[in-house]
């Protein structure tokens, strides 16, 4: 059988030359790509190939990335910028604080509460140490190493852990803390930053200026006091950020915040987050922008000096003073309120019940209570300080103390160092304070605190609340520490402070604005 020759067409031949030399082509560049640490978000399942831009402005001004040992407000920055978005916790939460699976997908506590067995991810890499390409997988070990850690250099609150008799990593996939006594806050603990888990392999990072975490993006760069650039960390194992590139912008206050915000300029924030309780009115006020509120997890209350020769240790005293103010009056009447209060714990936080009918505002009754000592010469006037933060809260408070009481009320609004110094000598019958709800619960159950507060009635609770072997027996004695607490008037709890999510024209995927003065979860937003 004679095979005939078959010519090809010159112009398939070009096409084929063509198509190979592209694919070796990308291949050549590929692993030079690889070589150079340039193949950052690109080719990789899953991951978007864009160049999408994010800028993010926040209030604080850190100097250092380092998050174990951050104190104050750089603790809260770092906080707010690198959980859930560069670092991941061993226990999750959601915007209602709800605990919820992070790096473990569950876990479980013994009967007697002393041994909690958490099971983790297998599919948790780390980032690259330059933020580019995969790190190490994360497994138990690093749990245990981070652990350790936190321990062994006292690292700030790390005796929330409790008293810790082992932590070991059975295998891979399982944590197993063993205690010497209860502590069914763990779980909690763990959701803060005491659960980030580390690299074991990298103990010669410098955590000033460096973060190696297993979230959705790793740190780029970091310009102390000024900016942080986050990239889409390519080892991420769950969704990808929406966005490539987020630049996150500080700011020494919410006016020079919402001044940038309105600003328009190039560097102006498409996100823009002010401190918990900050007015909303010059975020409202930006054209195209659109606000989200939401409650933070702290609270703004009223200490009361205990000291002996004043005349809130009287505890009749107190209960007046607490019943004087309007509480509803005052959410209506002060930017940057969101809920009244009746008690140490917010509807964001464990151990929360309404409280607000237990010491509910009532003119008739704060007469009964305080008419005996109605003798000016006897009370005199009645001191209230407050810093610059709250002084819209301590005009409103002072002008409602002075018509129920009835009894000159001074208001002193100061600047930090000078608000310090007065609590320090101790001049003051009321302080004016808010908390970032971190320490709420810690703070009442010592008298290790501004007011001096100090109730054995309560702080037993407290110790009973913590020695629970059960989630409910926990909640249900911090209710009573919350009862105890109102009642005997440490504080008077007046409302929780809003949070705010200011978003420029084009911006979505910011849910829920609660708790964005924390925690800020950055991986679903993006600007079209």
């Avoid at 994360?138 to 250099?153: E, L, R, Y």
């Avoid at 966005?243 to 498409?270: C, Q, S």
């Avoid at 304070?433 to 709420?440: E, K, L, N, T």
Wanted: without cysteine; aromatic residues 8%.
């Amino acid at each position: 059988m004679q095979h005939r020759e078959r010519k090809q067409n010159p112009v398939v031949q070009w096409i084929v030359f063509v198509v190979v030399a592209a694919v070796l082509g990308a291949a050549v560049w590929g692993v030079w790509a690889w070589r150079s640490g340039r193949l950052v978000d690109a080719h990789l399942p899953g991951v978007p190939s864009d160049n999408t831009t994010l800028t993010v402005g926040v209030t604080g001004a850190p100097r250092s990335l380092d998050i174990r040992t951050a104190t104050g407000d750089d603790a809260r920055t770092l906080e707010q910028l690198l959980m859930g978005n560069v670092y991941e916790t061993l226990v999750g939460h959601d915007h209602d604080n709800k605990l919820t699976p992070g790096l473990a997908t569950s876990w479980q506590a013994s009967d007697d509460g002393l041994t909690y067995t958490f099971h983790l991810r297998g599919d948790a890499r780390f980032a690259g140490a330059d933020g580019r390409g995969e790190g190490a997988r994360m497994t138990a070990s690093d749990a245990v190493w981070s652990i350790q850690q936190a321990v062994k250099h006292q690292w700030p609150d790390h005796d929330r852990l409790g008293d810790l008799a082992s932590v070991d990593a059975p295998d891979a996939t399982t944590l197993t803390i063993t205690l010497r006594s209860p502590n069914p806050a763990l779980p909690r603990v763990l959701a803060g930053r005491l659960g980030i888990v580390y690299p074991s392999d990298k103990t010669s990072l410098d955590y000033a200026t460096e973060a190696v975490g297993t979230g959705p993006y790793a740190v780029r760069s970091f310009d102390p006091g000024r900016q942080v650039v986050l990239a889409r960390n390519p080892a991420h194992s769950g969704t990808p950020g929406a966005t490539a590139t987020i630049t996150v912008r500080l700011f020494d206050d919410d006016a020079a915040l919402a001044k940038a915000m309105a600003g328009g300029d190039g560097a102006a924030p498409d996100l823009a987050v002010p401190s918990a309780g900050a007015d909303p009115a010059p975020f409202r006020a930006v054209e195209g922008a659109t606000v989200t509120q939401g409650m933070g997890a702290g609270s703004v209350f009223l200490y009361y000096n205990y000291d002996a020769d004043a005349i809130t240790s009287i505890i009749r005293v107190r209960q007046g003073l607490q019943q004087a103010v309007d509480k509803a009056a005052l959410v209506q009447s002060v930017p940057g309120a969101s809920k009244p209060l009746g008690g140490v714990f917010g509807p964001l936080d464990d151990g929360y019940e309404d409280l607000t009918g237990l010491m509910p505002y009532d003119p008739d009754t704060v007469h009964r209570l305080i008419t005996y000592f109605y003798n000016p010469n006897y009370v005199g006037t009645l001191r209230l300080i407050a810093p610059t933060a709250l002084k819209a809260t301590a005009d409103a408070v002072g002008a409602q103390l002075r018509e129920t009481v009835a009894r000159p009320v001074q208001v002193d609004v100061l600047d930090d160092a000078a608000f310090r110094q007065r609590l320090d000598e101790r001049s003051f019958e009321m302080a004016l304070s808010q908390s970032d709800g971190a320490d709420d619960a810690y703070a009442f159950s010592t008298s290790d605190n501004p007011g001096h507060a100090t109730s054995s009635a309560a702080q037993e609770q407290y110790h009973q609340a913590m020695a629970a072997t059960s989630d409910q027996a926990w909640q249900d004695g911090l209710k009573a520490y919350a009862r105890t607490l109102t009642q005997e008037g440490a504080a008077n709890w007046l409302y929780v402070p809003a949070t705010t999510v200011a978003t420029a024209k084009g911006v979505s995927g910011v849910g829920s604005a609660n708790m964005a003065d924390r925690w800020l979860p950055l991986a679903g937003i993006a600007k079209r």
